[in-house]
């Protein structure tokens, strides 16, 4: 099977090429990786070539009725799954459950995608882990999550994961090239490293000035510090900031627990030459256990705008506690 879109990812491709090609692919697949590395693209790209009626050389044909619904977004046979809200909810998983209790309308297998899958609530993974003991016939499962550490360990036990990594940097500024061409290489690779090799974060970074907004707090955050007065204004004024960038809020905690994961290896590296300058300052300003601190302050933080927290008071506690200015802070 050819992945077209795909670059990198050898080892995920070729488990998948070979189970396709031999007729052995398995009734459930859990993708898991860190976001923008591809794992949406492959299924897709899985799901087009099974719901293709005529493929070539291991590729949908592109002009067969299966490709044309499916690439309008029409196929009866390949339903798709994404968190309604902040999460995939129960009554979704009924309402696929209650689809599969028929067979594929026109194919000879539904594909069924669900993307997220580590935002599913406990009782949504209950209902599903139904679905996937006693998989129904002519049915595909594909899981796409982000981490395996909050799913349910039975889903795990029951699907075939296949992981997904992030990309060198070269490889990965390189399809940042082809989405923004106008950066130019320097600007690619920064921007690689910035988002820790998985290119597709970067195609989302600027809807809401993501990079800007991160640019800043993160400047401000290495500067020298003024009094605990000038901290806190600085850091109520960012605040204000995050909770109104919305659309790109998740993807700046990301940005900001790739610096700190960034500054905690700087600490420990014998060698600094790979690490940006803000994250040389970040080195010098705070010790491990500090770090660890801002990496748990911001997990808490996207775990309550996760639950529908209020956005601005969860902006302000993050916030404060990142500038050493929260209720534990010195």
């Known amino acids: 099977m050819a992945f077209t879109a795909i670059l990198g990812q050898a ?26 590395v591809g794992k949406t693209t492959v299924a897709l790209d899985l799901a087009a070539v099974l719901l293709c009626r005529q493929p070539q050389s291991g590729r949908p044909c592109g002009s067969c009725p299966g490709c044309l619904k499916f690439n309008s977004g029409n196929h009866p046979d390949f339903l798709r ?22 067979a594929p309308f026109e194919s000879k297998q539904r594909i069924v995608l669900l993307e997220d899958v580590h935002t599913m609530r406990r009782e949504a993974a209950n209902s599903l882990l139904k679905v996937l003991e006693e998989p129904p016939a002519d049915n595909l499962l594909i899981l796409v999550g982000n981490s395996t550490g909050s799913m349910l360990a039975t ?7 296949i992981p997904f990594t992030p990309l060198p940097l070269p490889l990965a500024a390189e399809i940042i090239l082809r989405h923004k061409p106008q950066l130019d290489a320097a600007g690619s690779i920064a921007l690689a490293a910035l988002i820790d090799g998985c290119p597709g974060q970067a195609l989302t970074l600027e809807a809401d000035d993501v990079l800007a907004l ?23 004024t960012l605040a204000a900031e995050l ?18 994961k960034n500054g905690m290896a700087a600490r420990t590296s014998a060698t600094c030459a790979s690490f940006t300058q803000d994250v040389m300052l970040a ?34 506690v993050l916030l404060l506690d990142l500038f050493d200015c929260g209720t534990h802070s010195p």
């Open 11 to 36: 080892k995920a491709l070729t488990l998948l090429s070979r189970a396709q090609t031999s007729g052995r692919l398995a009734h459930a697949y859990l993708f898991t990786g860190p976001d923008g």
């Open 81 to 102: 799954i994404r968190p309604d809200g902040a999460a995939i909810k129960i009554d979704q998983i009924r309402h696929l459950k209650k689809a599969l209790n028929f």
């Open 155 to 161: 889903i795990i036990s029951r699907c075939q994961v």
């Open 214 to 236: 991160h640019s800043r707090l993160v400047h401000q955050l290495v500067a020298k510090s003024g009094n605990r007065a000038e901290r806190v204004e600085t850091a109520l």
């Open 243 to 260: 909770a109104e960038c919305k659309e790109g809020g998740a993807s700046l905690l990301t940005l900001l627990r790739i610096f700190m």
């Open 283 to 316: 080195r010098e300003r705070w010790n491990l256990q500090q770090f660890s601190a801002k990496i748990a302050a911001i997990d808490l933080a996207e775990q309550a705008l996760a639950r529908n927290c209020n956005r601005g008071l969860t902006s302000e």
